[in-house]
């Protein structure tokens, strides 16, 4: 990553994937479907569960690898999809990717910035997230 700071955009959406930012979503059925094999009903509850999408392999190749130059990094169900699209995923995108070039400007070899403790997460079912990441910065 250091050495091709190009893969930067492609990284972000990989990580995007990987990490996704919400568990889950859930939605109430309109009318009777099958999908998978398995009837929904009108008025049915179903859940979305992110990461699964984004590990579904008949989706994306080596959907349990992380691959920073995917052939289609933006192919991920993070952000939703369709009418239920977030409407800020292009700015989280462009604020994780300036956030890597600039932290790579600034600290450009690999281990410059190490992780000294285990990170804390955020208490949601909801949100996967992250209130502290301990690093040390080395000169």
Partial sequence: MC???????????????????LAHMRRTALEDFE?????????DKVVM???????????????????ID?????????FGFGIHRCVGNRLAEMQL???WEETLKRW?????????G???RVFS????GFEALPVRINA
């Fill in 3 to 21: 050495a091709d700071p190009t893969l930067i955009p492609s990284m972000v959406s990989e990580i995007i994937r990987w990490q996704t930012p």
């Fill in 118 to 120: 285990e990170p804390r």
């Fill in 70 to 78: 995917r052939a289609n990094p933006r192919h991920h169900l993070s």
């Fill in 125 to 128: 079912t909801f949100v996967k």
């Fill in 49 to 67: 569960w992110y990461v699964s999408g984004n590990r579904d392999g008949d989706e994306i190749e080596n959907a349990d690898r992380f691959i």
């Fill in 35 to 43: 999908l998978g094999g398995k009837q929904i009903k009108k008025g």
């Fill in 97 to 99: 990717r300036v956030l």
């Fill in 108 to 116: 450009p070899k690999p281990g410059q910035i190490e992780v000294v």
